[in-house]
């Protein structure tokens, strides 16, 4: 599925020219569209987790697409196969350090998934 959406993502911003910008924002209007049910049903908990971790959801709201579109805009003038790797490898990284200091239970399930993943990102690198 990453390597689906990665070269999806490099032919919208290099063969079709949409601008990193707009695939973003709607990428993120699509989600907003598909979440605000859910939201909305269960709004107690929305407010709770705003008062407990309102710092956390800032960051990750400015962090997120503004990495995502860096990415874009990469690979509007770079092989795929060296910008989805790197992209990528960020989700290994973060299933080991889950394992090691989070003692995050499933490990071996976890590690089949980044096993799959690395295959994935292999293929890409290869072309």
């Known amino acids: 599925m990453i390597a689906a959406y990665t070269i999806s993502d490099k032919l919208a911003v290099s063969t079709f020219l949409i601008p990193p910008l707009l695939l973003d924002w709607s990428a993120n209007l699509g989600r907003t569209c598909m979440l605000t049910p859910y939201a909305f049903r269960n709004w107690n908990s929305v407010k709770e987790q705003w ?11 400015i962090l997120c697409p503004l990495a995502y579109i860096l990415v874009l805009s990469a690979m509007v003038f770079s092989p795929v196969s060296y910008i989805a790797p790197a992209r990528e490898i960020s989700i290994l990284i ?15 399930l976890r590690l089949a998934g980044a096993t799959a993943i690395l295959c994935g990102l292999t293929a890409l690198s290869i072309g």
């Open 94 to 108: 973060g299933t080991i350090m889950g394992a090691k200091f989070l003692a995050e239970k499933n490990i071996k």
């Open 51 to 61: 008062k407990i971790h309102k710092l956390e959801i800032l960051s990750v709201a």
